[in-house]
């Protein structure tokens, strides 16, 4: 048996590395921790582009003329199919993407969580009745599946954050043609013939893998596909953004991060180490609501600082499939050298290394993790380390005075997905929480992502919001009713 120690992967992947028509190109996935070759699957070309849409757009009208109960069936039996190969879907996940064992299984669980979620909100779009201002008027609004979607999704959570999209999308009766990263097409694949098995018409969910830029293009472009739903860069999704304008597309953006953590001095420092380190060092730091930046009260810094190299200190690194090994690789080579550049720009820039500040010597692709002090004078906000998204096992220190300072740091850029702010006092954690711009804030705990909640971000850090009962609306439009009867 392969390295997938699966025979349904063996053969599900088999059938996909046979070339397409109108394209002789092939993706060569690998391994994210050791390089080797995963799988060779052949690209599709833009006539591949052309008849998906297509075929979904015929095949969506049935499907939205079901019942909800129907279509809420298909997408259960489909979590359920995912939660029987939770062991295969996770060393697929820790192959591929390298996150460890441990996180690749809880994302297996957390996927099934969002499709279980949405094959119930599949129940209850909501509708209204208005107060007519005649007599004999009903005024209703409805809601109405939006069309075929377009969606464009990241290798950082391959399956979850896929059936983030596609699974609202089904419920509230679209079709889906999407558009994975090419870093992990596997996942995407694995996921889409679970949904197969469970039922799904196969013209209702395409994968598409091959050249991003031209098939997202496309996408965008093509004025059947109603909507797009992309997570990703913001500097992708505003290019992306751009190409749908001419066809007035819908958009649902999930874009970068740039999360503040404020530490105020009277916070369980015991506990706030500890979300620091969860929050941060989480699939080696590449997670958009991962905290980029913490916040620290200047009292009480250096206390923070000694519960915080121990905790660091004890990060093993390694093997993602090594069920002791905490901290896999970075997901390819681009992404080490640029955290690399951006850590030692940041100690030129007087950034002072407390733990780590290198790449891994031993391990393939990881980088050490690292905790940064930014110098305490100056002004931090412009430092490049304090605007850019790391998107790594690096976690930098700011020191802050008061709560108005704390707020003006955490503001202090231009994304709003996520912020955190750790006291014991309430009151004060209200008062900084009302001047935060961020969709999403978490008061003493650092880890906020559920699906029966909207996430998504202010700013350039997105438009619209997934999860909760605001994912199923993303996919619906809104028709107005007006009747009147004698
Ligand atoms: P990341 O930094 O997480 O890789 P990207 O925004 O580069 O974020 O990629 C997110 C998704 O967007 C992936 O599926 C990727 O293939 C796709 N993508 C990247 N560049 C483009 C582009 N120019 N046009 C369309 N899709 C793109």
Redesign the pocket.
Known sequence: MSVFASDWLDALFAKFSVPKKDSAEFLEVRQAYGGLPLAAIACHGLSDLDRTVESADNAQGRWSSLTAAERCQVLHDWATLVLQQQETLARLIALEQGKILAEARAEVQSTVRYINWFAEEAKRPKGEVVPPKRLNQHLMTIRRPIGVVGA?????FPLQLLARKVAPALAAGCAVVS?????TPLSALALQDLAFQAGLDRRLWAVLLGD??R???A??QHAAVRMLS????S???K??LG?CAPTVKKTVMELGGNAPFVACEDADLDKVAEQLVASRFRNSGQTCVATNRALVQRAVLPELIKRLKPLIAALRCGDPLDPAVDQGPL?HAGALARVEGLISRAVMDGAEVLQGGAVDPVHFNVYQPTLLCLPDHGDVTRREIFQEEI?GPVLTLTAFGNDDEAIHLANATRQGLAAYVFSRDTSRLLRIMEGLEFGMVGLNNAVLSSEAVPFGGMKESGLGREGGHEGLESYCEIQYVNLSYA
């Open positions: 464009i999704t990241p290798w950082n558009k994975p990263a090419p870093e991003a830029r098939l997202g293009k996408l965008c992309f997570t990703g860069s500097r992708v999704g290019e992306l190409l997901i998107f």
